[in-house]
Structure formats: C-alpha cells, structure tokens
C-alpha cells in the first residue's frame, strides 16, 4: 500500500481524473474548503468572545457578592422604617464566622475627597483597605505594592492610586513611587500604582489607603461603608448571599423579609448568567460547525456518487483491461483522501487568514470584542479526519457499487 | 483453446425473460480466426462478452485454455482478463483523457508492470500499428480508424492468447476497415486466435471460419478460404 502511494502512476491517475473533471473536482474542494474554514472561523470567534469576557472579568472574584447599608422600608422591634443601616466590623466578624461556605469577608470604608499633588488636584473616591481585597478584586500593580499588614498595624500614611488618578496628578514618565500627595491636606505616601480595570462593579475607587489609618482619620470607628464576600468554589454563591445578608439583619434589628436595607451586587450570578450565554454559544458553534462539516461530506459524497456513475464506462474499460475491483476502489479512495485532504488544508489555512483579519479589526486594545480568536489544532485536525473518513466511505459506496456489476454493465453505460 | 457447451443465457425483461443463447456448442483452437454472424439482435455480442469472461452464462460449461470459467471470483477474472484476452469494441473503448500511449499501456499498468518497461511496450505497439508518431495524442484528436489501432495496440500490449472484437470495423468507412482487417490478419499470421463479430459478410470471409446465428443457436459453422485484406488497402 505504501509503495502504491509513493507510485508516480497512482498520482497521474488522480491528476488525469482531476484535469478530466475540473468543474466537479473543484465544487467537492469548495464544499469541504467552506466547510473547515466556517468551522474555525466560528470556534475561533466563540473563543476570542470566552477569552474578552474572561479578561473583563479576570480582575474580579467571580463567586464574589458586596453588600452595602441602606435603609429599612419594613419597622421591626420597635425600630421605624426608615432607619439608616450602619454595618461595623463586629457584623463582619459575625457573618465570618457563622455563614456557611464563606472564603473572605472584606470590610470596606469609602469616602470623597480632595486630593492635591503640588499645583494639580482632583475630587476622588478613597477607599479604606485591608490587603485581602487584593484577593478579591485583584489590582495589577504597575509600579510599587499594595497595601500590607504593616501598614494596617502601624496606621500609615501611605497610598496605592490607580494610573487614571497617576495621569490627572503626575507629569508624564514621572515616578510617582516615593512621592506624597495631600488627601484632606494630610500627606500619603504613594507605595504603588495599579491599572485601572476594564470592568468595575460598585463605587468607583481612585485612591487605596489602609484600612486602619482610614478609620483613624475619618473617625469611623467600627463603622464600614460595605463590604466584599467571595464564596468557596463549591458553595452556591447565592445561599451565602442570603444567609449573610438574613444574618446581617438579625445583628442590626432588621426585618427578615426587608428587602431594601441592603444594597447588593452578586457578581457570580451575573457572572453564572454570562458563562451560560458563553457555553450556549459554544454550543451553538459546535452545532452549526458540526452540521456544516456534515453537509460538506455529503456534497463530497454526492459529487462522488455523481463522478462514479459518469465514470462507469471508465471503470468498465479498466475492468475489461483486467482491474480488480479492489484497484479500482483503491483509485478512488486515493483521489477522495486526497481531494478532501487538500481542500481541508486550505480551508485550515484560509480559516487562520480569517482569525487574523477578525483579530486585526476586532483584537486590538484592551477592550477588544475578541481577544486571542483561535481555535486548537488537535479540534481542526480531527474535524479535517472526520471529513476526510466520512468523505471517503461516502465515495466508496458507489465505487462498491461500480465494481458489483458485471463488466459489461458498466460497459454499456453511456 | 476454447470450449463451449450447451450454453445458455437469457435477460430478464420485467416479468418475463428473453433467453438470448439456448445451446450454444463451440470450440476454437489455437490460431484459428473465427467470425461469428449473424443478424442484429441474434446474441453475438452476448456470446463474445461470455467468452470474454464480461459476463456470465446462466448455464453449460465452457473452458478457456483448460480451466472451467464458472463462479471465478472478480480479483481472479480480473487476472484472467489481464494475461490471457484481448478486446477490440467497435466503439473503440478507450478512455478520453489519456493520450495514445497511455491508453496502450494501461493494461501493462494492472500487470504491475514498471512504468518505464510499460511504456517502452506500449510504444512497440504503437509502432506496430504505425502511430508511433501519435502517441502524445487524445482520442479526440485521431480518426476514427487511428483509434481503433489505438484500440488494437492496447489489445495486444498484454500479449493475450485470445483477441475478442465485437464489430471492429461497424464505426468506420470501408477503406479504414479494410486497414482496420489488414491488421488482424497480420496478427492471426502471427498465431493470435482471434474471435470476430461482425455482420458484413466481406469482412467474415476475412476470417477462416464462419459460425452464423440465429434465434439463439449455431445454425452453420464452416471453414472458409481466407480473403486478404492487403489486396484492397
Ligand atoms: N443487458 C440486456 N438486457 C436485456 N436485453 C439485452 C441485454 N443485452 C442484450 N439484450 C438483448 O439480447 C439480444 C441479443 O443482443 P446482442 O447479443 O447484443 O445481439 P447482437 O450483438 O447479435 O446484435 C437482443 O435482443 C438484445 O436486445
Ligand atoms: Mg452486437
């Protein structure tokens, strides 16, 4: 078998039947060509949309949930409605401890305020910070480091700013590390700068300063302004929302049922909701990618059928020349192999032409439609076996079919 | 060389059959140039195609050189094709997108044989059949009577014991027949038996012998004093 396809012979035959029915050979080609390239043009777009999303939200926790005072709409124990709810870091503790599946609790202090760098100045958000929202909400650090223990325990004055923040107060290429800038007319010292993220969910932040100097300088206290949860993987996201929160209630004198004394965004729903529109679509993609390929087999199959049948007399003649059956089914299965297997190759490499042009006009830039279209080898390459397997047990039925008649039959055929 | 008895064959027609052969009795030795006549619809080709192993009888025996053709597998008569018969078709057969040479090598292809000794071979040939110049040509591009050489040269590139031609002159004028017979008759000299269809009785009397059907049967086998087609060309 290996001699036979390393034959000059065996290759003139598939080009002489190729030159002989060009139109045909050409139509089948384009048939498997649209069939690859659609597939990967699809999967590889499927997965540069996954792969945006997953950049948008990379920066988050995706099992995270925050949750804000508000105030009551419901009067309980002796409270009126309309009590403002103040969460303080005893809550915090409380809902640490006793709800069920929690990996971080993250207490949080905002505020707005004047921020003043020599001649420059802004009104930014500042937010009072522990370390642990780097695990939570994760901060790219551009340039120095996020705040640390230390800087909690000793109450320093320092800063972490984001690089919009950077541009409004710095001159360009300055080094921002080291230097001070006036919040309320004290002086930090900024220790990092992060990039700001595509996505924010909840208050803007400009400014990070420890959580403790934050509660020094403001005056809060045990007072938070929010806080941060983030769930262990295995734990439904949406229980522990309403385990904390009905547990919040309990700690504050809310009734069970207020459903507006908290404000709160559960990123992993959204999130769950968005991966189900991502894995919708992948399956989307599979569908039609699959359906194509099978519509391409049986274009091939069809224009083989029709090449076999226009080609019994050929066949009638090899046989009366002394073909075995076997010779013939072996041409055929040849030229088969080797149609689908070179359109199949150049419908691979038109498909990669097409994922460069949609990462040309759609990948560029941070906030890109389609970040890294691609589509993996191993799936094109199998998709290209099965078109080329399917393509030729397809083409064999006929050629079965020309080779169980008599010689004289397909002789007689005109 | 050949033997043939009782011989049967009919066509299933819808419900019915037409039974075609009902008996035939024949034998052929080697070196012997037979036609066989008869009137159109007679069965003819039915009986050439049978002894060319392209289709089967329903019934009788029949031996071609010693071995009884009956229920070979395909691959077998495929070989048996091959090495031992020879077919000239008065349509000529070959296949259109090949040119001269490659059609008269294509037998010496399902030999096995290696592409340069094949086409050496077929180029022989041609020569033979003085087209030795036409070689790179299609089969559109030549006469009719070229390619029935074309035709003739593939038959003889395998080296058949046995040539069957079903009509070989019925597409062609009188003069390229007569070429056509001139051939033949040099290659029965040669020693090739050779099995003819024909229905023109100038072209029988070619022949050495004559066997004539009719409504399925052999009604007269003579031997005849060969006329030479040399004379005419
Ligand atoms: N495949 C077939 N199916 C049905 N009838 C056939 C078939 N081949 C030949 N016949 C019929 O058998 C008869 C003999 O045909 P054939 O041997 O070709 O005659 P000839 O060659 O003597 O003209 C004719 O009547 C023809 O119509
Ligand atoms: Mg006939």
Redesign the pocket.
């Given at each position: 078998m290996f001699k036979f396809l390393i034959d000059r012979d065996t290759w003139q035959e598939v080009f002489d039947s190729f030159s002989k029915n060009k139109l045909r050979s050409i139509l089948t080609m384009v048939g498997v060509w649209w069939g690859i390239l659609l597939l990967i043009g699809l999967l590889g777009s499927a997965r540069g949309l996954e792969n945006a999303f997953n950049r948008l939200f990379g920066d988050f926790a995706t099992n995270s949930i925050f949750v804000m005072g508000n105030t009551t709409s419901m009067p309980f124990k002796g409270f009126q409605e309309g009590k403002r709810v103040q969460l303080t870091l005893t809550d915090i503790k409380k809902v640490e401890e006793n709800v069920e599946g929690i990996e971080f609790v993250v207490p949080r202090n905002i505020t707005q305020s004047l921020v003043v760098r020599n001649f420059l100045s802004g009104r930014f958000s500042i937010m009072g910070d522990y370390p642990i929202l780097d695990k939570v909400k994760k901060k790219k650090l551009i340039h120095g480091r996020f705040i640390n223990q230390n800087d909690i325990s000793d109450r320093k004055k320092v800063a972490v700013i984001s690089d919009d923040i950077y541009k409004q107060l710095f001159q360009k290429e300055e080094d921002a590390i080291g230097t001070y800038i006036q919040i309320n007319s004290i002086n930090y010292k900024v220790i990092g700068v992060y990039q700001t993220g595509t996505m924010n969910f909840g208050p803007s932040e400009d400014v990070h300063i420890p959580f403790s100097t934050f509660q020094q300088v403001y005056n809060k206290g045990e007072k938070i302004g929010f806080l941060m949860i983030t769930g262990k993987p295995e734990y439904d996201i949406q229980q522990i929302e309403e385990d904390s929160k009905l547990l919040l209630k309990n700690l504050n004198n809310i009734h069970p049922k207020d459903s507006q004394a908290f404000r709160s965004f559960n990123l992993g729903k959204e999130f769950a909701k968005l991966t189900g529109f991502l894995t919708g679509m992948q399956f989307l993609t599979w569908f039609v990618g699959i359906a194509t390929l099978i519509a391409g087999v049986f274009a091939i199959g069809n224009i083989l059928l029709i090449t076999v049948k226009e080609r019994t007399k050929e066949i009638g003649i090899r046989r009366a020349l002394g073909a075995t059956p076997f010779e013939i089914k072996r041409q055929i299965v040849v030229e088969a192999v080797f149609l689908t297997l070179v359109a199949g190759l150049f419908g691979i490499i038109t498909g990669g032409w097409i994922l460069i042009i949609l990462d040309h006009f759609f990948g560029q830039g941070a906030e890109a439609t389609l970040v890294n279209a691609s589509v993996s080898i191993a799936v094109v390459f199998i998709a290209l076996i099965i078109l080329v397997v399917l393509g030729t047990l397809i083409g064999l039925i006929p050629a079965f079919k020309a080779t169980s008649i008599k010689p004289?039959?397909a002789l007689?055929e005109e | 060389m050949l033997e043939i008895r009782q011989l049967h064959k009919s066509?299933?027609?819808g419900d019915s059959s037409?039974h075609?052969?009902k008996g035939i009795d024949l034998s052929v030795e080697e070196g012997e140039m037979v036609a066989i006549m008869?009137?159109?619809?007679?069965?003819?080709?039915?009986?050439?195609?049978i002894i060319g192993m392209l289709d089967e009888a329903d019934e009788g025996e029949y031996i071609l050189d010693g071995l009884a053709i009956k229920n070979l597998t395909e691959k077998k008569a495929a070989v048996y094709r091959n090495k031992f018969l020879g077919f000239i078709f008065q349509s000529f057969n070959l296949i259109n997108y090949k040119n001269a040479l490659e059609n008269v090598a294509l037998p010496l292809y399902y030999q096995g044989m290696k592409r340069k000794e094949r086409q050496e071979l077929a180029m022989f040939h041609l020569e033979k059949v003085g087209l030795a110049n036409w070689a790179q040509h299609l089969p559109k591009e030549l006469s009719g009577g070229q390619n029935q050489r074309v035709a003739i040269a593939r038959a003889l590139a395998a080296n058949p014991k046995l040539l069957l031609a079903?009509?070989p002159t019925g597409a062609l004028d009188t003069q390229t027949s007569h070429e056509i017979m001139a051939f033949i008759q040099q290659l029965n000299d040669e020693g090739k038996t050779i099995l003819m269809?024909t229905?023109e009785e100038d072209i029988a009397n070619m022949c050495k012998r004559i066997v004539r059907?009719r409504d399925g049967v052999i009604i007269e086998d003579t031997k005849v004093t060969q006329v030479r087609a040399e004379q005419y060309v």
């Open positions: 004289i039959e007689r | 066509y299933p027609i037409l075609v052969l008869g009137s159109s619809g007679s069965g003819k080709s039915t009986l050439l195609n079903d009509e269809v229905h059907l």
